[in-house]
């Protein structure tokens, strides 16, 4: 079974030769050959696209297609429209925003999730323009599929769920979730900002209409991201463009205009030219590496925290222990901090966690946590060592106060 060799990926990250970096699920690192091809194309063809014909301005044209492209294959998303965003929460918001909402219409959330896949929902029911949400109330960490279909009723109209938690680290079964929505003629929205970055992802298999998920949490650059919107979507599902504007426009015929089709129509003003470039080696990169083995490495160090983080007298681990995981494991220490843990870490040992709420309110109010947790997030470049130093300076630290 290939695997990935941890060692060799890290020469392309030399920060790591200083720190232990376990703050992935927040944002990754970016390898040299990312950093590299946005150089080039800062040095080679930086110059506005789809909007000139000079020859910089067709190079940066077609690179960023191209970078469309790739990333879109990347997701396995053929039948459907790739749309560059700065991240999954405008990416989110897009589709909260431009559906032409009855005020008849529930949504059904999930309380476990990020703010970024719940406050758009709930602003459309603060603001009167949905009748209401049904929210899917914490069990153990790990959706069901049921657990979807029991908060579905005759008005729901879309189901956003997040693909894995970004708290837990626990995987959502999500093309059990698209069934149950096709089931009910319900739209699927996924979260997909915490699996994009470790799990093979093939959108058409999956069967849901929209797919949001953040470059800059998957080797690419900050403010890289993207909306997939499925060709499958229902007619009256296809989100309306939220920002109007240059290079979204067809034809302007007085005050009325008609937005082109295609990804374009959600890409109003200049886009982030460099960073799609970037992000397209972010993804070539991952594919050389091998999703699988990527997802396969993440898990398994999840496993090694889990273990050695729920031996240590006074910790508590709120990852659940048999569910499928991605590379990130919640914890506290009792009687210290959450932030306290996280800056011990790193002054004692150079590594880099999570803490505090995870823009998880809502699951942190259901678990009585109030300073939240220290989150381990573990990505391709990191190692078994890197996990026994977490586990050994997790252990002082516990060791302190008892
Ligand atoms: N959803 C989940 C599950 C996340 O973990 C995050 C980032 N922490 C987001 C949404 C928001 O991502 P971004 O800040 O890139 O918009």
Request: net charge negative.
């Amino acid at each position: 079974m290939p695997s990935l060799d941890p060692e060799s990926i890290r020469n392309d990250f030399p920060i790591l030769a200083k720190l232990v970096y376990l703050d992935n699920a927040a944002t990754s690192l970016s390898p040299r050959q990312v950093v590299e091809a946005q150089v080039t194309a800062e040095y080679h063809y930086r110059a506005n696209v789809g909007r000139g014909i000079h020859r910089l301005s067709r190079m940066a044209t077609h690179q960023y297609q191209d970078a469309r492209e790739t990333v879109r294959q990347f997701l396995g998303g053929g039948q459907g429209t790739l749309v560059f965003t700065k991240n999954t929460t405008e990416a989110t918001n897009i589709v909260a925003q431009g559906l032409n909402w009855k005020k008849t219409d529930r949504i059904t959330t999930v309380l476990q999730d990020h703010h970024s896949n719940l406050l758009p929902w709930y602003r459309l029911k603060n603001e009167g323009r949905v009748a209401g949400i049904d929210t899917v109330p914490l069990n153990d960490g790990v959706i069901e599929s049921s657990d979807i279909e029991a908060c579905i009723t005759p008005e729901t109209r879309l189901v956003a769920v997040g693909h894995a938690s970004n708290v837990f680290g626990t995987i959502a079964p999500v093309k059990a979730i698209a069934d149950v929505c096709r089931d009910h003629d319900v739209a699927l929205l996924i979260d997909g900002a915490q699996t994009a970055p470790h799990l093979h992802i093939d959108l058409e298999e999956i069967g849901c209409d929209f797919f949001c998920f953040s470059g800059h949490k998957m080797l690419g650059p900050m403010g890289t991201g993207g909306l997939w919107i499925s060709d499958a979507v229902s007619e009256e599902n296809i989100p309306r463009p939220l920002f109007a504007g240059g290079g979204m426009v067809d034809c302007v015929e007085g005050t009325a205009f008609t937005p082109v089709t295609g990804p374009g129509r959600y890409e109003a003003g200049t886009p982030n030219v460099i960073g799609a470039v970037g992000l397209a080696a972010a993804v070539r990169y991952l594919s050389r590496l091998g999703m699988e083995n990527v997802g396969r490495h993440s898990a398994a160090l999840a496993r090694r925290m889990l273990s050695g983080l729920s031996e240590i007298p006074g910790v508590r681990v709120y990852t659940p222990a048999d569910a499928p995981l991605i590379g990130t494991v919640s914890f506290t220490v009792d009687g210290v901090h959450p932030h306290e843990v996280a800056y011990f870490l790193d002054e004692a040992a150079g590594i880099m966690v999570r803490s505090g709420e995870h823009c998880c309110q809502p699951l942190m109010h259901a678990l009585g946590l109030n300073g939240g947790t220290v989150r381990a997030s573990a990505y391709c470049y990191n190692t078994e060592d890197d996990i026994d130093m977490l586990i050994a300076t997790t252990e002082e630290i516990a060791g302190m106060v008892r």
